[in-house]
């Protein structure tokens, strides 16, 4: 019987490709610290190096020969314990690798990938392609290097597979695990005690958090009622509702921060599944998206007030893309952080007023 927690991995992997998200599904794992710790360990490794794992199975596999998802998941793991990790003894690996595909109803291939993984060893590898050196797709590696240059684009994948920091941060609600990349997005909103503020996309509810210190008025929004049930600690009102359509308040807000849902390519060192499912053909519909959270948001904005939309995504549709839409407001300052190149997650935020008569 294989060990708790590559039992976990294991199962937990497989639900990512099926478009789960690995830290959702690690904190609902049950497991003790221990193997908890292992568990995350073998996931996110396997998530952030897969093209190389992928590129040594076929080498010590055979590039001809089609693999079960279960065999190819089995294998992914012991590979990376093997090669990338330098406590787990190989014979643990191979023995519990066998035993999960076993457990997963392929024991006719049981013995096919214990030969496969005698064959692993830690002699270094000449990758043969940049996005199996980097382990990121090459259109994603194309993309970022057109918008930011070679240099800057080698150093947001190299960032991508590197365990990133942990970041906590002291606000009325207690401390609080948020990035130092989402801690610099608060600020831009010059927050003031008594102001009226509007966070329309709030969950998971740390920049909420983080706002509380400024002792503003809140109004915490976000489309579905169960992710906002876990910030009713907060003490601050929550509405549900989906902000792409008339917002409900009779009165405007002097701040409002839009922190739209986005592709998340900011953030592939802590969720590393995005680059493995999102396609070029995703973009246009978080842009169509994002724009109207944007247009409603400043209907909703006070004369003289100020808006920050924000996301976690390098790319331009998502960010620069969407600012250049509106008519009625002006951009008074953007930031963009880089993974490889500033601390923390990747993010963009763009500070805008009203136009017109609404500001003079």
């Not at 090459?138 to 994948?157: C, D, N, Q, T, V």
Request: glycine content about 8%; overall charge positive; charged content about 25%.
């Amino acid at each position: 019987m294989p060990a708790p927690a590559r039992r976990a991995a294991f199962d937990i992997l497989l639900k990512t490709e099926s478009g789960g998200y690995a830290s959702d599904l690690l904190r609902a794992a049950a497991l003790d610290s221990r193997d908890a710790g292992l568990a995350s360990q073998i996931v996110f490794g396997v998530l952030r190096f897969r093209a190389q794992l992928d590129f040594l199975m076929d080498q010590y596999a055979g590039r001809s020969r089609k693999l079960d998802p279960e065999v190819r998941m089995a294998l992914r793991m012991a590979i990376y314990q093997m090669r990338y990790l330098e406590r787990v003894p190989a014979r643990a690996a191979v023995a519990e690798s066998v035993e999960l595909v076993k457990r997963a109803r392929k024991a006719s291939a049981a013995g096919f990938v214990n030969a496969v993984l005698r064959k692993v060893d830690r002699v270094p590898v000449a990758w043969p392609r940049r996005e199996v050196e980097f382990s990121c797709p090459e259109w994603l590696l194309a993309r970022w290097e057109r918008h930011y240059g070679g240099e800057a684009a080698a150093g947001i994948a190299r960032a991508a597979l590197a365990e990133p920091e942990e970041y906590m941060r002291l606000t009325p609600a207690g401390p609080r695990i948020q990035d130092i990349g989402s801690q610099s997005i608060v600020p831009l909103l010059r927050l003031e005690p008594g102001l009226g503020f509007l966070d329309l996309c709030a969950a998971p509810g740390n920049k909420t958090a983080q706002a509380m210190e400024s002792g503003v008025r809140i109004v915490a929004c976000d489309r579905y009622l169960n992710r906002l049930g876990p910030m009713r600690s907060l003490g601050v009102d929550l509405v549900a509702l989906d902000g792409t359509r008339p917002l409900p308040f009779r009165s405007k807000f002097d701040r409002i921060l839009v922190d739209a849902p986005c592709s998340g390519t900011g953030t592939l060192g802590r969720n590393p599944e995005i680059k493995w499912r999102l396609s070029p053909e995703d973009l246009p519909g978080f842009q169509r998206r994002q724009s109207e959270l944007l247009a409603r948001a400043l209907e909703a904005l006070a004369p003289g007030g100020r808006l920050v939309y924000s996301t976690c995504s390098l790319e331009a549709e998502e960010n620069e893309g969407v600012v250049s839409s509106i008519l009625s407001g002006v951009v008074k300052e953007t930031i963009l952080r880089l993974p490889g190149r500033d601390p923390g997650d990747g993010f963009f935020a763009a500070v805008i007023e009203l136009r017109g008569p609404a500001n003079g």
